[in-house]
């Protein structure tokens, strides 16, 4: 079974810019979230997709970052524009039971 | 607001010894209990669960304990082996809510 998928695996950017990340879940999941990961703490949930609703992005930072799900398969986060405090490592993870979570190996975002 | 501290950023540990890594959390609402392990550049990966209704869960080396009074659980890893070297991360959640808030995570290194 190939695991969840996400691309590209390092970004540098300055500040002010956009970036996009992109993930591809494990087959079959219907259930796929973004988290944040910075330096020395958590990976904090960011938004969580049932298919291709919202579920919960209580914790997106929506005047800059979007994200969405197209045909309740891959998923693309979007940040524009960047900001310092935005440099972390940004995980995918999908599952299709609770709990059950599959993170990919994330995204390392350098802004400068 | 931290709802979950692991308060032991890095723990060094000899081989075969027992490695014993500990979480805290606030709220007592929290009934579903998990350990996630990491290893650089990959994602987060489940080790064990464990819910409310128990105060013991085993697999393996590994063997997780849940102290709902003190609102404490712990990982016990005996014998420790050098793969088990990674940052261990507790998660926290509510059964029936797929949200999961993670500690800041433990780094364990086991000397061989």
């Known amino acids: 079974e190939a695991g969840v998928a996400q691309s590209p695996r390092y970004k540098i950017i300055e500040k002010r810019q956009s970036v996009a990340f992109w993930c591809n879940p494990i087959?079959?999941?219907?259930?796929l979230y973004w988290y944040q990961q910075i330096l020395g703490q958590g990976p904090k949930l960011l938004i969580q997709f049932q298919n291709n609703g919202v579920v919960d992005d209580s914790q997106l930072p929506k005047d800059r970052f979007s994200a969405e799900r197209l045909k309740g398969v891959d998923s693309t986060l979007k940040i524009q524009p960047a900001k310092l405090e935005d440099s972390a490592v940004y995980l995918c993870?999908?599952?299709?039971?609770?709990?059950?979570?599959?993170f990919g190996p994330g995204t390392r975002l350098t802004v400068t | 607001d931290q709802q979950v501290k692991q308060n032991s950023p890095s723990l060094s540990v000899q081989e075969g010894r027992i490695s014993i890594l500990n979480c805290d959390y606030t709220?007592?609402?929290?009934?579903?209990f998990l350990w996630y392990k990491k290893y650089p550049a990959e994602g987060p990966t489940f080790l064990i669960s464990i819910s409310s209704i128990k105060d013991k869960n085993e697999d393996g080396r590994f063997t997780v304990f849940l102290n709902k009074s003190a609102k404490h659980l712990s990982l016990h890893i005996v014998p420790s082996q050098p793969g088990d070297s990674a940052v261990y991360f507790c998660?926290?959640?509510?059964?029936?809510?797929?949200?999961?808030?993670f500690g800041t995570g433990t780094r364990l290194t086991i000397i061989p």
């Open positions: 709220n007592s609402m929290f009934d579903y």
């Open positions: 998660a926290i959640t509510n059964f029936g809510n797929e949200k999961l808030t």
């Open positions: 993870a999908s599952s299709s039971l609770p709990y059950e979570q599959y």
């Open positions: 087959s079959g999941h219907a259930t």
